[in-house]
């Protein structure tokens, strides 16, 4: 397997650290800040988009939490209400703020809700739309004001530390239905019935964080499910941002922070109402709820990060010819891909049949593996993650630092479909991923958790 280790990678060696039994001077810092465009411009995660937003039911947010421990080893997790940010766009800002705040790339983690209720920014899923110079302006100016925001937030969280203790916990949801195996119109009745078909993964992972005096000053949760609750044209978090408001009313002075898990073939079903999205948002603050009224372990030891890219091979190379016959496609999104991949051509002078994947492993003392993985990720993945690695006591989590494309499992990419297949279309990917996706995906998380 092929990595490329030089620019994102860090181990911070537990060997200067005493015994994992002794409680470690952990500290927290916790910063918020609204990035809802003023502007009404291009919603992002659905094709079918043909109007600029028109409103909003609630800001969308950028939140920031800064871990350090007591060898003075720091993560920098910052979560956003955005379908998704590309790679020049995630990683400039990630070395950006790495370098300012003295810490490894990698250490920096940039997890979208994957909220279709956000902006389009930068590159993401921008070869799905037919904009006017206008609308790709506003793109452009809103991309360029998002990473200043988002810099000011996690200097903000960094600025924040002070002494805290870590406790983790996991509850469940049962809201999030495979799609690929279930139809949305009979969910309901298949749901009453016992005979939701397909794999899940209900498990809502918990990170509570406390001061000294033992309040409750952060939440931070995950859930593998799409946020695709709302079609309209109204900025929105879709369920997670009302889970989090939930929660932060329910905790008033405490921080909650969601993270997409690896969702991408998981719908919340029904849907298509504020009530639903509502709903599925008290429904997940409930499971969280449950979590912090029980015992939860403490977190004790060091932290310790590991990150690398694996390069993902494309299926199929497309040359110049083939990107003008494609241009001829009668299929406009087709003809929108071709027109995006020459403009690649003419700027990079080729394109590449590999991508880079970014992952990322946090360690989080002896408590969970912190698993990062790009794009939009299928649920196989979380799930045989956890089977082989029982131990490690993983929390793997989707939409990380690059929203690329779907990213199918070996089953999902055979059977084909939109997961497998025709979304590369909408991401502007020159053809769907290789068989080797998932080995070298899995291989890749394996050695960083040994």
């Given at each position: 397997?092929?990595?490329?280790?030089?620019?994102?990678?860090?181990?911070?060696?537990?060997?200067?650290?005493?015994?994992?039994?002794?409680?470690?001077?952990?500290?927290?810092?916790?910063?918020?800040?609204?990035?809802?465009?003023?502007?009404?411009?291009?919603?992002?995660?659905?094709?079918?988009?043909?109007?600029?937003?028109?409103?909003?039911?609630?800001?969308?947010?950028?939140?920031?939490?800064?871990?350090?421990?007591?060898?003075?080893?720091?993560?920098?997790?910052?979560?956003?209400?955005?379908?998704?940010?590309?790679?020049?766009?995630?990683?400039?800002?990630?070395?950006?703020?790495?370098?300012?705040?003295?810490?490894?790339?990698?250490?920096?983690?940039?997890?979208?809700?994957?909220?279709?209720?956000?902006?389009?920014?930068?590159?993401?899923?921008?070869?799905?739309?037919?904009?006017?110079?206008?609308?790709?302006?506003?793109?452009?100016?809103?991309?360029?004001?998002?990473?200043?925001?988002?810099?000011?937030?996690?200097?903000?969280?960094?600025?924040?530390?002070?002494?805290?203790?870590?406790?983790?916990?996991?509850?469940?949801?049962?809201?999030?239905?495979?799609?690929?195996?279930?139809?949305?119109?009979?969910?309901?009745?298949?749901?009453?019935?016992?005979?939701?078909?397909?794999?899940?993964?209900?498990?809502?992972?918990?990170?509570?964080?406390?001061?000294?005096?033992?309040?409750?000053?952060?939440?931070?949760?995950?859930?593998?499910?799409?946020?695709?609750?709302?079609?309209?044209?109204?900025?929105?978090?879709?369920?997670?941002?009302?889970?989090?408001?939930?929660?932060?009313?329910?905790?008033?002075?405490?921080?909650?922070?969601?993270?997409?898990?690896?969702?991408?073939?998981?719908?919340?079903?029904?849907?298509?109402?504020?009530?639903?999205?509502?709903?599925?948002?008290?429904?997940?603050?409930?499971?969280?709820?449950?979590?912090?009224?029980?015992?939860?372990?403490?977190?004790?030891?060091?932290?310790?990060?590991?990150?690398?890219?694996?390069?993902?091979?494309?299926?199929?190379?497309?040359?110049?010819?083939?990107?003008?016959?494609?241009?001829?496609?009668?299929d406009k999104y087709e003809v929108g891909r071709a027109e995006y991949?020459?403009?690649?051509?003419?700027?990079?002078?080729?394109?590449?049949?590999?991508y880079p994947y970014p992952i990322s492993v946090w360690k989080l003392?002896?408590?969970?593996?912190?698993?990062?993985?790009?794009?939009?990720?299928?649920?196989?993945?979380?799930?045989?993650?956890?089977?082989?690695?029982?131990?490690?006591?993983?929390?793997?989590?989707?939409?990380?630092?690059?929203?690329?494309?779907?990213?199918?499992?070996?089953?999902?990419?055979?059977?084909?479909?939109?997961?497998?297949?025709?979304?590369?279309?909408?991401?502007?990917?020159?053809?769907?991923?290789?068989?080797?996706?998932?080995?070298?995906?899995?291989?890749?998380?394996?050695?960083?958790?040994?």
């Open positions: 397997m092929k990595m490329i280790k030089t620019l994102l990678f860090a181990v911070f060696v537990l060997a200067l650290a005493p015994s994992l039994g002794k409680a470690v001077d952990w500290k927290a810092g916790l910063a918020t800040g609204i990035i809802t465009p003023t502007k009404p411009m291009w919603m992002s995660g659905y094709a079918s988009r043909t109007k600029p937003a028109e409103g909003k039911v609630h800001d969308l947010w950028a939140k920031a939490l800064c871990l350090e421990d007591g060898l003075g080893n720091r993560s920098l997790l910052i979560t956003l209400d955005l379908v998704g940010l590309d790679r020049e766009t995630a990683l400039g800002l990630r070395q950006r703020i790495a370098q300012k705040h003295r810490m490894a790339v990698g250490a920096v983690t940039l997890a979208c809700s994957h909220t279709h209720s956000g902006p389009v920014v930068g590159n993401t899923l921008r070869a799905m739309y037919f904009l006017t110079r206008e609308q790709e302006s506003l793109i452009d100016e809103y991309t360029q004001v998002l990473t200043k925001q988002i810099e000011a937030v996690a200097t903000r969280a960094v600025g924040q530390l002070t002494p805290a203790l870590f406790k983790h916990g996991i509850g469940s949801a049962d809201f999030a239905v495979n799609r690929r195996n279930n139809k949305e119109a009979d969910v309901p009745k298949l749901r009453e019935e016992g005979k939701l078909v397909g794999p899940v993964d209900h498990d809502v992972p918990v990170l509570a964080i406390y001061d000294p005096a033992g309040s409750l000053k952060g939440i931070v949760f995950g859930y593998a499910c799409h946020a695709t609750v709302l079609p309209f044209f109204e900025w929105c978090g879709d369920y997670p941002g009302f889970a989090m408001a939930e929660l932060q009313d329910r905790h008033p002075g405490a921080v909650a922070m969601f993270w997409a898990g690896c969702g991408a073939d998981q719908n919340p079903l029904p849907r298509r109402s504020v009530e639903l999205a509502k709903s599925y948002g008290q429904r997940l603050s409930n499971a969280v709820d449950g979590v912090l009224s029980k015992p939860m372990k403490p977190i004790l030891g060091h932290l310790k990060v590991v990150a690398t890219e694996v390069l993902i091979p494309f299926a199929k190379v497309p040359n110049r010819e083939d990107l003008l016959t494609m241009k001829a496609s009668k991949l020459l403009a690649k051509m003419e700027t990079d002078g080729l394109i590449k049949g590999e003392g002896d408590g969970p593996h912190w698993v990062w993985l790009g794009g939009e990720v299928v649920v196989d993945y979380s799930l045989r993650i956890k089977r082989e690695h029982p131990k490690a006591n993983p929390w793997v989590a989707g939409y990380a630092n690059d929203v690329m494309a779907y990213i199918p499992s070996l089953r999902v990419l055979k059977e084909g479909g939109y997961e497998g297949a025709t979304s590369m279309v909408y991401y502007g990917q020159p053809s769907s991923w290789g068989a080797s996706v998932e080995e070298l995906i899995v291989k890749g998380v394996t050695e960083m958790l040994k």
